[in-house]
């Protein structure tokens, strides 16, 4: 068949099929595992006028923003991936932990190990400098 015995496409037809708009979930699972990642690079920064020393300050990572975020991740992955037995039996594990940062770490194996078991996460060898 050739090109030129195609229907020509008017803008009312390629509007019938033109979705309104369009989520690109590889990227914007990306993003979510990108930010999760780089929630311990914020800092918070405490200071504390003490009387007759002066002032004290303390540096430490802000671990409710990591929270939020592996929940967040969590709720974009299984959005387009149903769970499995062994990503369900992780969340019950992480459901026992008390410590919260905790809890979040182990949802965030969980989560990766779901995507690398369903072929999501794909790994690139070393680059060898010798083949350049």
Same mark, same amino acid.
């Given at each position: 068949?050739?090109?030129?015995?195609?229907?020509?496409?008017?803008?009312?037809?390629?509007?019938?099929?033109?979705?309104r708009f369009?989520?690109?979930?590889?990227?914007?699972?990306?993003?979510?595992?990108?930010?999760?990642?780089?929630?311990?690079?914020?800092?918070?920064?405490?200071?504390?006028?003490?009387? !007759?020393?002066?002032?004290?300050?303390?540096?430490?990572?802000? %671990?409710?923003?990591?929270?939020? +975020?592996?929940s967040i &991740?969590?709720?974009?992955?299984l959005?387009?991936?149903?769970?499995?037995?062994?990503?369900?039996?992780?969340?019950?594990?992480?459901?026992?932990?008390?410590? !919260?940062?905790?809890?979040?770490?182990?949802?965030?194996?969980? %989560?990766?190990?779901?995507?690398? +078991?369903?072929?999501? &996460?794909?790994?690139?060898?070393?680059?060898?400098?010798?083949?350049?």
């Amino acid at each position: 068949m050739s090109r030129s015995t195609l229907p020509t496409p008017t803008f009312q037809s390629g509007e019938a099929y033109t979705p309104r708009f369009e989520l690109w979930m590889n990227g914007i699972i990306w993003q979510a595992i990108y930010n999760v990642v780089n929630s311990f690079s914020m800092q918070e920064m405490q200071t504390m006028p003490i009387p !007759g020393v002066g002032l004290t300050s303390s540096t430490k990572v802000p %671990i409710d923003i990591f929270i939020e +975020r592996v929940s967040i &991740l969590q709720d974009t992955v299984l959005a387009i991936q149903k769970p499995d037995n062994f990503y369900t039996d992780a969340i019950k594990t992480a459901s026992k932990e008390k410590n !919260g940062g905790e809890k979040a770490h182990e949802i965030y194996r969980a %989560i990766l190990a779901l995507l690398h +078991r369903n072929g999501h &996460l794909r790994f690139k060898p070393p680059r060898d400098f010798a083949d350049d």
